[in-house]
């Protein structure tokens, strides 16, 4: 499926970042540019020790409901795409829950949060991405000493100094559920070259009302080398792996037919254990082609995903003595999927320095195959796509189109912006955009969905508040969905209190159709008669994220995520009605970092109530 595929363009804010190009307000909380808005991290007035969660709570969008994974804020998500994330415009590809909660403030310059991604990050079933860029300028701890930042080799208020060459974090987490959590980064920052590595593992246990417990393990390892071979010439090579391993304690029943009987004995036979493996290797050649910015990259890269588990007839025969299966067992199975791809991409200005242009072409290749149904399927695709960014005075317009060829359809998706700084406080922003996506697993019949959205964003050093007016129509596999969304958010500093409070409500309208033809047969498209019943559904959800700075180094955080009863006859998820958690944590001479949570999660059966402890060593 070549919708799994999530790409991307690296070079527009960079080019926009070199020639001054960027809006006025680059210096404010939160900047409204083109098909984004960008979260400035040092300048929310933060105390440094805030995890990437606490950050993402701040955020205009509702990006997560249950406060700890998943990154679906949307309750649709999980139909037309959810949040991914990025670092440097790479995909992440590890643990959700360790970056989540261990990556603190102090170690992030920005975050891009990009929801119209078809054009520039070129992602498919509408994805949207966060891109995270880390700061450059400053060790892991050693540039943080009480709600300060330290830039450079300068000391800002007084204080402390910029971080070394070489730092990083070793921690060690554990939970209530049985579950464990060891992770160790390391980074260094030299004039030429910088690498940056990441190793995490992590184990849980889980059981669902008498059922079998689920024993589960992860273990992933991240390396990013960046080296500017010239003042011209950038080179970074990524490598990721992952292994996970799902286990059910208990045992299956195998059957022996040789003891002539009628009725076939039985054994026990330990419940085999499924395995995940996920490999990625992306190198991007960087090259900056004139002093005003112009930029040239190429991609080189390649995903690989493997998974498999079961037990072979031959190992029950083989171990249990002539004991096997009589379709009790459970079947062997090895499905594995590559995607190579390539992306070049230029970016220039036009006629005018405050015109510039990104122009690319991006292509791949799938190869899957699924051994339970028996099937190999390769595809291709090649992207055309181009984006013009143009700035007149306070006004900003954007305007970029993406054309997809593949074997089996063609399509374009396109995006249209504009913002207006009403004053050096306030923001107006509105786009429009036109994305595909598969309304159904196996369905080659591609559709689109239109989203419209209004910002206003007033925002001053210790207090910002976004209000949203969005609108949605799609087409899923279930019917048409029209959805109406109103939504604010605001942070505020005072004191010792930093407030985080949202209040978002969704209206929608789902009228249903019947489908012919089945929409899961891959050589056929699926047809629609749509029918006259409406279903109406109307909820809200509500976000509160106070904490305190105590002296001491103390900080004591909570955090609620309450969504209201829905009708869910259209959706396939449906998140916990409320998440709360409350944490207290405690840094000591700079270097520790001892943390305690708890959580609960109304309506969710695993692991609805737990208490999380842990410690983390900067150095």
């Not at 990524?238 to 059910?248: E, I, K, N, V």
């Not at 509160?544 to 869910?568: C, F, G, K, V, Y």
């Not at 709360?580 to 970092?593: D, G, Q």
Request: aromatic residues 12%; charged residues 20%.
């Amino acid at each position: 499926n070549l919708e799994y595929l999530t790409r991307k363009s690296r070079i527009l804010l960079l080019g926009l970042a070199i020639n001054g190009a960027t809006s006025p307000l680059a210096a404010s909380p939160i900047e409204q540019i083109g098909d984004r808005y960008i979260v400035h991290v040092p300048e929310l007035d933060l105390r440094g020790d805030e995890s990437l969660m606490d950050i993402l709570l701040m955020c205009p969008d509702v990006i997560t409901l249950d406060g700890r994974t998943t990154l679906d804020g949307d309750p649709l998500a999980n139909l037309y795409g959810k949040f991914v994330i990025r670092f440097d415009n790479v995909e992440y590809g590890l643990d959700y829950n360790t970056l989540l909660h261990n990556l603190k403030a102090r170690e992030i310059e920005k975050i891009q949060v990009c929801l119209n991604t078809d054009v520039m990050k070129g992602t498919g079933s509408q994805k949207k991405v966060i891109d995270i860029h880390l700061r450059k300028d400053v060790g892991a701890v050693k540039g943080l000493e009480g709600d300060y930042y330290a830039e450079g080799n300068d000391k800002k208020n007084g204080r402390g100094t910029a971080g070394e060459k070489i730092s990083g974090r070793v921690g060690l987490f554990g939970d209530t559920y049985g579950g464990g959590e060891a992770i160790t980064s390391v980074r260094y920052h030299g004039d030429n070259l910088s690498i940056l590595s990441h190793v995490e593992g992590n184990m849980q246990r889980s059981a669902f009302y008498g059922a079998p417990t689920n024993h589960r393990s992860h273990e992933g390892a991240k390396v990013t080398m960046s080296w500017d071979i010239t003042s011209n010439d950038n080179l970074m090579i990524t490598a990721t792996q992952t292994y996970t391993r799902y286990r059910l304690a208990g045992y299956i029943q195998a059957g022996n037919s040789q003891t002539g009987s009628s009725q076939a004995s039985t054994l026990s036979i330990p419940n085999p254990a499924d395995y995940s493996r996920y490999y990625n290797v992306e190198v991007d050649y960087l090259r900056t082609l004139s002093k005003n910015g112009a930029s040239m990259l190429l991609t080189l890269a390649s995903d690989h995903t493997g998974d498999n588990g079961g037990i072979h007839m031959s190992d029950i025969r083989s171990d249990y003595g002539g004991i096997y299966a009589d379709g009790y067992y459970k079947a062997a199975y090895h499905n594995r999927s590559t995607y190579p791809y390539t992306i070049l991409e230029f970016y220039f200005p036009l006629f005018t320095p405050n015109l510039w242009i990104t122009a690319g072409f991006e292509g791949g290749l799938s190869h899957e195959r699924d051994c339970l149904v028996k099937e190999t399927s390769h595809s291709d695709y090649e992207d055309f796509y181009a984006q013009a960014d143009l700035t007149l005075g306070k006004w900003g317009f954007m305007i970029g189109d993406r054309f997809r060829r593949t074997n089996t359809s063609n399509h374009n998706a396109y995006t249209l912006s504009s913002y207006y700084h009403i004053n050096t406080h306030r923001t107006l922003q509105a786009s429009f955009s036109q994305q595909y996506y598969n309304a159904a697993l196996g369905d080659i019949d591609q559709k689109p969905v239109y989203r419209a959205e209004l910002k206003h964003t007033y925002q001053k050093k210790n207090f910002f508040l976004s209000t949203m007016i969005r609108y949605i129509d799609q087409d899923l596999n279930v019917g048409q969905v029209k959805t109406f969304n109103f939504g604010n958010t605001l942070f505020w500093h005072i004191g010792m209190l930093r407030l985080t409070a949202g209040l978002s409500s969704y209206k929608e309208e789902l009228r249903k159709c019947e489908v012919k033809n089945g929409s899961l047969n891959k050589s056929e498209t699926s047809e629609k008669t749509y029918l006259s019943e409406k279903i109406n559904s109307q909820y809200f959800v509500f976000k509160l994220a106070p904490q305190l700075s105590l002296p001491s180094d103390w900080r004591l955080t909570a955090t609620m995520l309450w969504s209201t009863h829905r009708n869910e006859e259209g959706l396939s998820y449906a998140p916990a009605n409320l998440y709360a958690e409350a944490a207290v944590y405690k840094t000591i001479s700079r270097h520790w970092l001892l943390e305690a949570r708890y959580h609960d999660i109304a309506g969710q059966h695993l692991g609805n109530r737990a208490a999380t402890i842990g410690c983390t060593y900067y150095f």
